[in-house]
């Protein structure tokens, strides 16, 4: 009877030991179920708000990058269509014409249209959107540059051809970064070639309205953006 007694209240006090704790032990579970849930839903809703802004900001660069190379079309025509730049452009594509072919590159140098030409293009070159240019003529003779070096050569607008088969149809284009092949200044400042280099294609038009040549205008977006 004692023995009876006994094991019923230890029995007892084992079950309301496990009553005890049993509450506790719920709890605890739902409030890591309830934490990992918000853990995910504040993960998910961080994600959904930093995609939201880089899709807005990538529409931003977008929407400015468009901008800007609408605006350096429209500075590339301009000074195509000025007719002192068409003048010099013109005498340049016939001395070419008129050179022996081993002689274009110093006919050209000597030819007083070349630093007329430097001198209009001038007002367009700046630091910040448009540092050089060139002139290529239909058989991609280097017509005229910012600087001596290429001009006469007739290989180096070899790679550009299909695009300015475009721009020889009377279209302006853009010619996407590519490597450059004459050494140019890196953002350090470091004269070296394969520095990335885009430019506005151009035509350049002839009194007769003949497109006769292709005005290249160097960008920099590296600068300005």
């Not at 605890?28 to 995609?51: C, D, F, M, P």
């Not at 899709?55 to 190379?69: H, I, S």
């Not at 081993?102 to 000597?110: C, I, P």
């Amino acid at each position: 009877m004692i023995r009876s007694a006994a094991k019923s209240i230890m029995t007892t006090g084992i079950g309301d030991q496990k009553r005890l704790w049993l509450p506790p032990i719920v709890a605890a579970t739902v409030i890591i179920a309830i934490g990992g849930w918000t853990n995910r839903s504040v993960e998910q809703a961080v994600k959904s708000n930093l995609a939201g802004q880089l899709n807005a900001l990538l529409k931003a660069d977008v929407a400015a990058l468009e901008y800007w190379l609408k605006d350096r079309r429209r500075e590339a025509n301009a000074a195509a269509r000025i007719p002192k730049i068409r003048d010099a452009v013109t005498a340049l594509t016939m001395t070419a014409a008129e050179a022996e072919s081993t002689s274009v590159t110093a006919a050209l140098l000597t030819d007083p249209a070349l630093a007329d030409l430097r001198e209009r293009m001038s007002a367009f070159l700046n630091s910040d959107r448009t540092n050089d240019f060139a002139v290529v003529g239909k058989d991609g003779t280097i017509l005229a540059r910012g600087e001596d070096t290429a001009i006469g050569d007739t290989n180096i607008a070899k790679p550009l051809q299909p695009t300015l088969e475009q721009v020889f149809a009377g279209n302006t284009v853009v010619i996407p970064p590519l490597p450059s092949v004459l050494p140019q200044l890196d953002l350090d400042g470091n004269l070296r070639m394969g520095v990335p280099v885009m430019f506005i294609a151009s035509p350049v038009r002839d009194k007769g309205n003949e497109v006769i040549a292709v005005l290249l205008m160097k960008l920099d977006p590296e600068r300005e953006f």
